[in-house]
Antibody, heavy 120, light 107 residues
Framework: QIQLQQSGPGLVKPSQTLSLTCDIS??????????WNWFRQSPSRGLEWLGWTYGGWQWYNDHVVSVKGRIIINPDTSKNQFSLQLTSVTPEDTAIYYC??????????WGQGTLVTVSS | EIVLTQSPATLSVSPGERATLSCRAS??????LAWYQHKPGQAPRLVIS???TRATGIPPRFSGSGSGTEFTLTISSLQSEDLAVYYCQQSGDWPWAFGQGTKVEIK
């Protein structure tokens, strides 16, 4: 049974780095046919697909202009997990963040979501 | 890049009635179209993949149809628990893309 378990702080101060981790069970972050993704959702911007790690390389969604240059998604094969780092956060980065697995074009498995609030 | 346009933006349907959601692609995506249900406070849930294949655990009142550029998600008899935003997503061409969502309200 595939499960994605998210962890990380729910409160981050402005200008600091948001760091979230997604632990994978029942599958492998190393698979070459599977993409491991991060999304976020907020009332003002709806659901935004931030990017993925896939077969050892990373892709970031240029359409999410607000995170360009500030986002890093990394796999950790030793722990079978992947992470999201978002630097220099502002209150505009307040959102529910989700990790998700994509295979054969569809996102069938999702983490439980983490509400991250950016506030001093 | 392929753009997905969903209509209507909001759909109000009485319990037990049929709900029909539309997703139009700016170019053909063959059958590589998925639908997701996103309820408040929950993670999005895959409902339909490959235009018409119901995901595991999805009740049969949900059905998907279409190919090329025109797709439909139908909820044959709306239940109160179906209140959600529904997104379509294409993987027929890179970059993949999502529609802007249709909010289904219970009338």
């Amino acid at each position: 049974q595939i499960q994605l378990q998210q962890s990380g702080p729910g409160l981050v101060k402005p200008s600091q780095t948001l760091s979230l981790t997604c632990d994978i069970s029942g599958d492998s972050v190393s698979r070459n046919d599977t993409a491991w993704n991060w999304f976020r959702q907020s009332p003002s911007r709806g659901l935004e697909w931030l990017g993925w790690t896939y077969g050892g390389w990373q892709w970031y969604n240029d359409h999410v202009v607000s995170v360009k240059g500030r986002i890093i998604i990394n796999p950790d094969t030793s722990k079978n997990q992947f992470s999201l780092q978002l630097t220099s956060v502002t209150p505009e980065d307040t959102a529910i963040y989700y990790c998700a697995r994509a295979r054969s074009g569809a996102f069938a498995y999702w983490g439980q979501g983490t509400l991250v609030t950016v506030s001093s | 890049e392929i753009v997905l346009t969903q209509s209507p933006a909001t759909l109000s349907v009485s319990p037990g009635e049929r709900a029909t959601l539309s997703c139009r692609a700016s170019q053909s995506v063959s059958k590589k179209l998925a639908w997701y249900q996103h309820k408040p406070g929950q993670a999005p849930r895959l409902v339909i993949s490959d235009a018409s294949t119901r995901a595991t655990g999805i009740p049969p009142r949900f059905s998907g149809s279409g190919s090329g550029t025109e797709f439909t998600l139908t909820i044959s008899s709306l239940q109160s628990e179906d209140l959600a935003v529904y997104y379509c997503q294409q993987s027929g061409d890179w970059p993949w893309a999502f529609g802007q969502g249709t909010k289904v309200e219970i009338k």
